[in-house]
Protein backbone atom coordinates (compact mmCIF):
# COMPACT_ATOMS: atom_id res chain seq x y z
CA UNK A 1 0.00 0.00 0.00
CA UNK A 2 2.74 2.53 0.69
CA UNK A 3 4.00 2.23 -3.19
CA UNK A 4 0.93 3.34 -3.86
CA UNK A 5 1.10 6.62 -2.36
CA UNK A 6 4.99 7.46 -3.66
CA UNK A 7 4.13 8.59 -7.04
CA UNK A 8 0.72 10.77 -5.92
CA UNK A 9 3.42 12.02 -2.88
CA UNK A 10 6.11 12.34 -6.30
CA UNK A 11 3.51 14.61 -7.94
CA UNK A 12 2.13 16.52 -4.99
CA UNK A 13 6.50 17.33 -5.09
CA UNK A 14 6.74 18.03 -8.22
CA UNK A 15 3.61 20.24 -8.26
CA UNK A 16 4.56 22.06 -5.06
CA UNK A 17 8.02 22.95 -6.83
CA UNK A 18 6.57 24.21 -9.45
CA UNK A 19 3.96 26.32 -7.70
CA UNK A 20 7.26 27.88 -5.98
CA UNK A 21 8.62 29.32 -8.74
CA UNK A 22 5.99 30.13 -10.41
CA UNK A 23 4.96 32.09 -7.06
CA UNK A 24 8.83 33.62 -7.33
CA UNK A 25 8.49 34.46 -11.07
CA UNK A 26 5.25 36.28 -10.00
CA UNK A 27 6.40 37.90 -6.76
CA UNK A 28 8.93 39.24 -9.29
CA UNK A 29 6.93 39.85 -12.20
CA UNK A 30 4.42 41.85 -9.00
CA UNK A 31 7.80 43.96 -7.46
CA UNK A 32 8.39 45.04 -10.66
CA UNK A 33 5.18 46.40 -11.95
CA UNK A 34 4.97 48.11 -8.41
CA UNK A 35 8.23 49.54 -9.22
CA UNK A 36 7.21 50.68 -12.61
CA UNK A 37 3.17 51.98 -11.18
CA UNK A 38 6.17 53.89 -8.42
CA UNK A 39 7.81 55.46 -11.22
CA UNK A 40 5.03 56.54 -13.12
CA UNK A 41 3.39 57.71 -10.17
CA UNK A 42 6.69 59.72 -9.12
CA UNK A 43 7.55 60.80 -12.95
CA UNK A 44 3.35 62.08 -12.65
CA UNK A 45 3.67 64.33 -9.82
CA UNK A 46 7.17 65.53 -10.71
CA UNK A 47 5.61 66.61 -14.36
CA UNK A 48 2.73 68.28 -12.09
CA UNK A 49 4.62 70.04 -9.63
CA UNK A 50 6.80 71.55 -12.30
CA UNK A 51 3.39 72.42 -14.64
CA UNK A 52 2.25 74.10 -11.57
CA UNK A 53 5.34 76.08 -10.87
CA UNK A 54 5.21 77.08 -14.50
CA UNK A 55 2.01 78.49 -14.66
CA UNK A 56 2.08 80.38 -11.23
CA UNK A 57 5.70 81.79 -12.35
CA UNK A 58 4.25 82.78 -15.99
CA UNK A 59 0.77 84.39 -14.28
CA UNK A 60 0.42 87.88 -14.07
CA UNK A 61 -0.48 89.43 -10.71
CA UNK A 62 -1.82 92.48 -13.06
CA UNK A 63 -2.39 93.00 -16.74
CA UNK A 64 -2.38 96.76 -18.01
CA UNK A 65 -4.93 97.18 -20.76
CA UNK A 66 -2.86 97.30 -23.20
CA UNK A 67 -1.95 93.30 -22.39
CA UNK A 68 1.49 93.73 -20.51
CA UNK A 69 1.36 91.39 -17.66
CA UNK A 70 3.57 92.04 -14.44
CA UNK A 71 4.10 90.23 -11.02
CA UNK A 72 4.92 92.07 -7.91
CA UNK A 73 7.73 89.76 -7.29
CA UNK A 74 9.50 91.31 -10.86
CA UNK A 75 8.84 94.97 -9.06
CA UNK A 76 10.59 94.55 -6.03
CA UNK A 77 13.02 97.00 -5.88
CA UNK A 78 10.55 99.77 -7.65
CA UNK A 79 8.35 102.14 -5.95
CA UNK A 80 4.75 101.61 -7.58
CA UNK A 81 1.95 104.52 -7.43
CA UNK A 82 -1.23 103.01 -8.22
CA UNK A 83 -4.49 105.16 -8.88
CA UNK A 84 -7.80 104.47 -8.18
CA UNK A 85 -9.86 106.64 -10.58
CA UNK A 86 -13.58 106.38 -12.30
CA UNK A 87 -15.04 108.47 -15.08
CA UNK A 88 -17.80 110.00 -12.44
CA UNK A 89 -15.65 111.03 -10.08
CA UNK A 90 -14.94 114.86 -10.99
CA UNK A 91 -11.81 115.32 -8.28
CA UNK A 92 -10.56 112.46 -11.01
CA UNK A 93 -10.60 113.75 -13.86
CA UNK A 94 -9.38 116.91 -12.83
CA UNK A 95 -6.15 115.04 -11.26
CA UNK A 96 -5.37 113.19 -14.18
CA UNK A 97 -3.38 116.12 -15.86
CA UNK A 98 -1.17 115.87 -12.92
CA UNK A 99 -0.92 112.19 -13.17
CA UNK A 100 -0.26 112.16 -17.16
CA UNK A 101 2.24 114.62 -16.62
CA UNK A 102 3.96 112.47 -13.98
CA UNK A 103 4.15 109.57 -15.60
CA UNK A 104 6.13 111.11 -18.85
CA UNK A 105 9.07 112.29 -16.09
CA UNK A 106 9.08 109.60 -13.77
CA UNK A 107 11.40 109.68 -10.98
CA UNK A 108 13.86 106.66 -10.55
CA UNK A 109 12.73 103.21 -10.14
CA UNK A 110 9.23 104.11 -10.51
CA UNK A 111 6.08 103.44 -12.24
CA UNK A 112 2.95 104.45 -12.26
CA UNK A 113 -0.91 102.84 -12.86
CA UNK A 114 -4.45 103.62 -12.88
CA UNK A 115 -6.52 101.77 -11.91
CA UNK A 116 -10.63 101.74 -12.60
CA UNK A 117 -12.75 101.96 -9.90
CA UNK A 118 -15.67 100.34 -12.04
CA UNK A 119 -15.02 97.01 -13.73
CA UNK A 120 -15.31 97.61 -17.49
CA UNK A 121 -14.17 95.59 -20.43
CA UNK A 122 -10.81 96.31 -22.59
CA UNK A 123 -12.92 98.31 -25.15
CA UNK A 124 -14.99 100.39 -22.82
CA UNK A 125 -11.23 101.62 -20.79
CA UNK A 126 -9.70 102.39 -23.73
CA UNK A 127 -12.40 104.74 -24.81
CA UNK A 128 -12.77 106.47 -21.68
CA UNK A 129 -8.95 106.90 -21.91
CA UNK A 130 -9.56 108.63 -25.08
CA UNK A 131 -11.86 110.59 -23.90
CA UNK A 132 -10.32 111.58 -21.21
CA UNK A 133 -7.32 111.77 -22.60
CA UNK A 134 -5.84 108.94 -19.80
CA UNK A 135 -1.43 108.73 -20.83
CA UNK A 136 -0.89 106.40 -17.10
CA UNK A 137 -1.06 102.46 -18.20
CA UNK A 138 -4.44 101.09 -16.83
CA UNK A 139 -4.34 98.15 -14.75
CA UNK A 140 -7.33 95.92 -16.41
CA UNK A 141 -9.26 94.91 -13.04
CA UNK A 142 -10.39 91.31 -12.92
CA UNK A 143 -10.56 88.46 -11.03
CA UNK A 144 -7.12 87.43 -11.04
CA UNK A 145 -6.04 90.99 -10.66
CA UNK A 146 -3.85 90.56 -7.00
CA UNK A 147 -3.15 94.33 -5.56
CA UNK A 148 -1.38 94.84 -2.36
CA UNK A 149 -4.38 97.18 -1.60
CA UNK A 150 -8.20 97.02 -0.37
CA UNK A 151 -10.44 98.40 -2.89
CA UNK A 152 -10.56 102.55 -1.33
CA UNK A 153 -13.54 103.67 0.23
CA UNK A 154 -13.83 106.65 -1.88
CA UNK A 155 -12.42 108.91 -4.73
CA UNK A 156 -9.72 109.59 -5.96
CA UNK A 157 -7.46 107.59 -4.21
CA UNK A 158 -3.64 106.79 -4.45
CA UNK A 159 -1.88 104.61 -3.55
CA UNK A 160 2.60 104.41 -3.37
CA UNK A 161 3.73 100.61 -2.75
CA UNK A 162 7.52 100.31 -1.44
CA UNK A 163 10.18 98.57 -2.86
CA UNK A 164 9.12 95.13 -1.43
CA UNK A 165 6.11 95.65 -2.38
CA UNK A 166 3.67 96.69 0.47
CA UNK A 167 2.00 99.96 1.02
CA UNK A 168 3.57 102.60 2.60
CA UNK A 169 1.81 105.86 1.36
CA UNK A 170 -2.24 106.49 0.89
CA UNK A 171 -3.08 109.68 -0.23
CA UNK A 172 -7.10 110.28 -0.49
CA UNK A 173 -8.31 112.85 -2.57
CA UNK A 174 -6.68 114.95 -5.76
CA UNK A 175 -2.90 114.92 -5.98
CA UNK A 176 -0.50 116.94 -7.87
CA UNK A 177 2.45 115.95 -9.99
CA UNK A 178 4.63 118.05 -7.57
CA UNK A 179 3.03 116.48 -4.04
CA UNK A 180 3.66 113.28 -5.93
CA UNK A 181 7.31 113.88 -6.45
CA UNK A 182 7.88 115.34 -3.18
CA UNK A 183 5.63 112.35 -1.26
CA UNK A 184 7.96 109.52 -3.24
CA UNK A 185 11.09 111.66 -2.33
CA UNK A 186 10.67 111.82 1.08
CA UNK A 187 9.87 108.10 1.16
CA UNK A 188 13.15 107.46 -0.17
CA UNK A 189 14.97 109.72 2.15
CA UNK A 190 13.17 107.59 4.73
CA UNK A 191 14.00 103.96 3.68
CA UNK A 192 17.39 104.80 2.78
CA UNK A 193 18.26 106.76 6.44
CA UNK A 194 16.39 103.43 7.77
CA UNK A 195 18.49 101.17 5.53
Do not use: H
Request: net charge neutral.
Amino acid sequence: MANKFKPIQAAQAFNSKKDTKRNTKTGTKTKAFSVKALGFVVVTLLALGAGIFTYQSQRSDFETVSGQGYQWSELQGQWTVINYFAPWCAPCLREMPELNAFSQNLPEDTLIFAINYDRQTSTQITEMANKYTIEVPIIFASENTVLPMEKPPYLPATFIVGPEGKVVDTIMGEVSEQELRERIQQLKTAANKAA
